[in-house]
């Protein structure tokens, strides 16, 4: 019993969630699967202007992860891997949709692996459904009365929704 408990992986989903999409739902459905524990952790990042707060972006990720025991929301503030380790996790989970997100996602890896060495990303392919679908995407396209039915969490649609419509009133 001790060990296995000692020997638990522990995997972090780290990202923006602004907002949510299916897509990172797919991730999540994958990790949870070959992980003991994922913990889904939205990062503090007042200089990219988020459109949701950390708050909401949190209950939306809840929302999403109540169906997985084994998974939980946090966020976190500062270095990604300092985060990692204080949680005790060993792998960091990131999505690849197209040869587009490579690059960012290389260096960004290679800067983590420098870091701290013993922390590994691992990557996984989205749902090719889910390839073409960003949170960035979602949002202008929401923005401008598109309908992102079937990209987002009907909850997040609906958050979209409301949250361009207060903005408009301001
Ligand atoms: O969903 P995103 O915006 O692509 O997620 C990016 C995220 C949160 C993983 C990245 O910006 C991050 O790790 N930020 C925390 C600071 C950090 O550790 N940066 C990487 C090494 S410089």
């Known amino acids: 019993m001790e060990n296995e408990r000692h020997h638990k992986a522990i995997a972090i989903y780290p990202g923006s969630f602004d907002p949510l999409t ?22 503090h990042n007042p200089s990219k202007n988020p459109l949701f707060s950390v708050e909401e972006r949190m209950e939306m990720l809840r929302e999403a992860a109540s169906p997985f025991p084994n998974v939980e929301v946090d966020s976190f503030e500062g270095l990604l891997v300092n985060y990692a380790s204080m949680k ?3 792998v960091l989970i990131r999505g690849i949709r197209a040869i587009s997100d490579y690059e960012y996602e290389l260096q960004m890896a290679l ?8 922390i590994e990303t691992v990557f996984l392919m989205a749902g090719e459904a889910y390839s073409f679908v960003s949170s960035r995407m979602v949002k202008e396209a929401c923005r401008l009365g598109g ?15 409301e949250k361009f419509k207060s903005l408009q009133r301001t």
């Open 22 to 43: 299916n897509g990172h739902i797919d991730l999540v459905e994958r990790a949870a699967r070959l992980f003991d524990n994922l913990i889904l952790a939205v990062v």
């Open 111 to 118: 800067m983590n692996r420098r870091l701290r060495p013993e």
């Open 147 to 161: 309908d992102v039915s079937g990209l987002v969490p009907a909850s997040t649609e609906l958050r979209l929704r």
């Open 88 to 90: 005790r996790a060993g």
